[in-house]
């Protein structure tokens, strides 16, 4: 007796994010999978497939958005429960992988947190792992399984050929960003200027923007960065661009971390228009009149197909997915 076997696609989502979630279930034209999660009283998550998914390509969708420590745990558990009812595959989808920015030791006695991550999520069962627009290409390294690494650059790359015109040059906000802003320069043929920066010892979250390197007077400067949380280094690198001399000066960022004061400090700062993609929720007490947030889901979703199809993920992007 010859069986043929029947491949079927679960798509389950976390709490972190069940807007964008739906919005990827919609582009792949597929139900969105209920993981039944609640908590105990003293707080410890619960989870309870409601379906069989026996010998299922299981993708589980949860962005480490605040607070990260519960949507990071919670994904966990949606893996191995998962597992352990015998799914055939599971994929772990992250928009935003939480911990990324430690990916390695700068001063002694500091974890490696990115690599934590990724050694927990194996751990839990994951075979596969995808993500939007890693803080360091490296941390695919950090995984002995399959890692699928996205790019928000064709829906950001669209936005500027659409809305912004004139005299533009991209500018990387700091040396870690350069190539990811030379991507966008090559591209929409524009030139390429950088912000030299330096963060005091012993601080995360305050930065020094020292001088500009490239031609920024009289033109549409646009800032390319992967993340904003507290929004030093964009704001300190704003200040320096309009002291230059810049014209105008736009933001565009896969993540909004938003933290406080972000907000305050976006407003206050010399800039006509802060662009983001969902692949974190951005709260409503969180918007202001420059945010612009646009959806990433249609390349979610098509990367979720590919590896589903067992076709190339890299030729969604044409190999500008590689950092």
């Not at 034209?29 to 998914?53: M, T």
């Not at 360091?136 to 659409?162: C, K, W």
């Not at 995360?204 to 390197?213: D, R, S, Y």
Request: aromatic share 4%; charged share 25%; net charge negative.
């Amino acid at each position: 007796m010859e069986l043929i076997p029947h491949r079927r696609l679960e798509l389950i989502s976390g709490r972190s994010h069940p807007k964008l979630a739906q919005d990827i279930a919609q582009h792949l034209g597929v139900e969105l999978g209920e993981a039944n999660l609640r908590e105990f009283a003293n707080g410890e998550i619960h989870c309870k497939y409601d379906i069989s998914i026996r010998g299922c390509d299981v993708f589980i969708i949860q962005t480490h958005s605040g607070p990260v420590n519960d949507s990071l745990m919670e994904q966990l558990i949606m893996i191995d429960a998962a597992k352990r009812a015998s799914a055939k595959r599971i994929t772990a989808v992250c928009p935003y992988y939480g911990y990324s920015r430690q990916d390695r030791k700068t001063t002694g006695r500091e974890p490696i947190t990115a690599k934590l991550v990724a050694d927990m999520l194996s751990a839990a069962g994951a075979d596969r792992v995808v993500s939007v627009d890693l803080h360091s290409g490296q941390i695919q390294g950090f995984f002995n399984t399959p890692f699928d690494h996205l790019v928000a650059f064709p829906v950001l790359e669209a936005y500027m050929r659409e809305h912004i015109g004139g005299d533009v040059v991209v500018v990387a906000p700091d040396a870690g960003r350069v190539k990811v802003a030379e991507r966008y320069s090559q591209h929409l043929g524009v030139d390429l200027a950088l912000v030299h920066k330096t963060r005091p010892r012993g601080s995360h979250n305050e930065v020094k923007a020292l001088h500009v390197v490239g031609d920024v007077e009289g033109r549409h400067c646009v800032l390319i960065d992967d993340m904003i949380d507290t929004a030093g280094t964009i704001c300190a690198a704003a200040e320096l661009l309009s002291e230059a001399g810049a014209a105008e000066i736009s933001v565009m960022a896969t993540h909004a971390l938003l933290s406080d004061p972000a907000v305050d400090r976006l407003k206050a700062a010399p800039i006509s228009r802060v662009v983001v993609t969902d692949t974190l929720p951005v709260a409503e007490d969180r918007y202001f009149d420059k945010l612009e947030v646009l959806s990433v889901a249609k390349i979610i979703a098509d990367a979720i197909d590919a590896v589903f199809e067992d076709t190339s993920v890299s030729e969604l992007f044409g190999g500008d997915n590689l950092v």
